[in-house]
């Protein structure tokens, strides 16, 4: 089998989750071994599962770092053939894991990932995986403001943290034109 690296990024509410858990299910078709892992700080809507805004879940190993899920793959009995990872950018060390896995060991990857932070950051995570993925699709959203395709995250509340974990309290997906931490020119 040859691998693949597929990662599915883009804004909050972009049905990032939705297309790995698609993906993941062929996969399952194809009686392929598969292990999930998600943020340990991500509870929004499960501790133990991966949970889509349209209500799709699947069981997720909870971690911290690339090491814990370094750590958790050493104990199956059965070595997995695909390896996916929700909300990736959450996890320390997980990019050069799971470059690890898919170049030294041949797993196939699956990300599902925000690719840029609230004030149009690239997350460290994320920029050290896309040059070994074999797919990389810019998932979008609809803007809350003109309902055109919208590619970033807006955050909603006054607050500094890089990471804050919520739903649509919190954060908004926005348009270029909309985004003022993006749009550079308003």
Avoid at 3 to 10: Q, S, V
Avoid at 65 to 90: C, H, I, R
Avoid at 136 to 162: I, M, S
Wanted: overall charge negative; charged content about 25%; hydrophobic content about 40%.
């Amino acid at each position: 089998m040859t691998p693949d690296f597929n990662i599915f990024c883009g804004p909050m509410f972009a049905s990032k989750t939705s297309k790995m858990l698609m993906t993941l299910e062929r996969y399952k078709y194809q009686k392929k071994n598969v292990i999930v892992f998600k943020p340990k700080i991500d509870t929004r809507y499960s501790d133990d599962h991966i949970v889509s805004h349209l209500g799709w879940k699947i069981e997720a190993i909870t971690v911290e770092s690339g090491s814990e899920m370094l750590s958790s793959l050493q104990t199956l009995s059965v070595k997995p053939d695909v390896v996916a990872v929700d909300e990736m950018f959450m996890i320390n060390g997980s990019g050069e894991v799971l470059i690890w896995l898919y170049r030294q060991l041949g797993m196939s990857i699956v990300v599902s990932t925000l690719d840029l932070s609230y004030t149009g950051k690239p997350f460290d995570e994320v920029t050290q995986i896309l040059p070994w993925a074999t797919l990389v699709e810019k998932c979008t959203a609809v803007c809350t403001v003109c309902g055109e395709d919208a590619r970033y995250t807006h955050k909603k509340v006054t607050n500094d943290e890089e990471i804050l974990v919520g739903g649509a309290e919190i954060y908004e997906p926005r348009c270029f034109s909309h985004h003022l931490m993006v749009n550079k020119r308003r």
